[in-house]
T-cell receptor, first 112, second 110 residues
Framework: DSGVTQTPKHLITATGQRVTLRCSPR?????VYWYQQSLDQGLQFLIQ???????AKGNILERFSAQQFPDLHSELNLSSLELGDSALYFC???????????FGPGTRLLVL | ELKVEQNPLFLSMQEGKNYTIYCNYS?????LYWYRQDPGKSLESLFV?????AVKQEGRLMASLDTKARLSTLHITAAVHDLSATYFC??????????FGTGTSLTVIP
């Protein structure tokens, strides 16, 4: 158990809908990262937040957005969902610096 | 965009044998990670390598980094069945973006 929690574990929804994925980092970690893992695209970095501020952006679609709240939990919002958005979404957290990222268990999203 | 090439994609090895997984990346990086992923599970951090010549070892796994060659290796010594998993390398750039290799699916055969 990494100490990073993600909810929900599974999500099934329809095209065009909007969903919110939630992540709670390890105690004391200020950085939160979001990743997408799919069969066709592999593992992709989406976005990083540090202490409430966006720090880096990766291959995040405009239909997707994220935020980190004052209590350091983070939410990833996915809107206008398409079939191709079906994937595993991981959140990771890390302490300050260039150290280890600890991954949560993931949210498996299925868009029908 | 930083490209990460990992090989081999699939590796089947006998117990007790040694092998190396390679991770090449295309541009300057300031950190390199190795992760393990078991089927249906999340990623487990194995190593973080931050500087040229860095070498880290944990059990039967040893990782090294050559920033001049833009190459990292994950060496497996005397493989055991428990090491069967998919191994990913990931490279971070100075802009705090991260790029993953395609993964190496390792199967250790008794």
């Amino acid at each position: 158990d990494s100490g990073v929690t993600q909810t929900p574990k599974h999500l099934i929804t329809a095209t065009g809908q909007r969903v919110t994925l939630r992540c709670s980092p390890r105690s004391g970690d200020l950085s939160v990262y979001w990743y997408q893992q799919s069969l066709d695209q592999g593992l992709q970095f989406l976005i990083q937040y540090y202490n409430g501020e966006e720090r880096a952006k990766g291959n995040i679609l405009e239909r997707f957005s994220a935020q980190q709240f004052p209590d350091l939990h983070s939410e990833l919002n996915l809107s206008s969902l398409e079939l191709g958005d079906s994937a595993l979404y991981f959140c990771a957290s890390s302490p300050p610096g260039r150290g280890t990222q600890y991954f949560g268990p993931g949210t498996r999203l299925l868009v029908l | 965009e930083l490209k990460v090439e990992q090989n081999p994609l699939f590796l089947s090895m006998q117990e007790g044998k040694n092998y190396t997984i390679y991770c090449n990346y295309s541009t300057t990086s300031d950190r390199l990670y190795w992760y393990r992923q078991d089927p249906g599970k999340s990623l487990e951090s194995l190593f973080v390598l931050l500087s040229n010549g860095a070498v880290k070892q944990e059990g039967r796994l040893m990782a090294s980094l050559d920033t001049k060659a833009r190459l990292s290796t994950l060496h497996i010594t005397a493989a055991v069945h428990d090491l069967s998993a998919t191994y990913f390398c990931a490279v971070g750039n100075t802009g705090n973006q991260f790029y993953f290799g395609t993964g190496t699916s390792l199967t250790v055969i008794p």
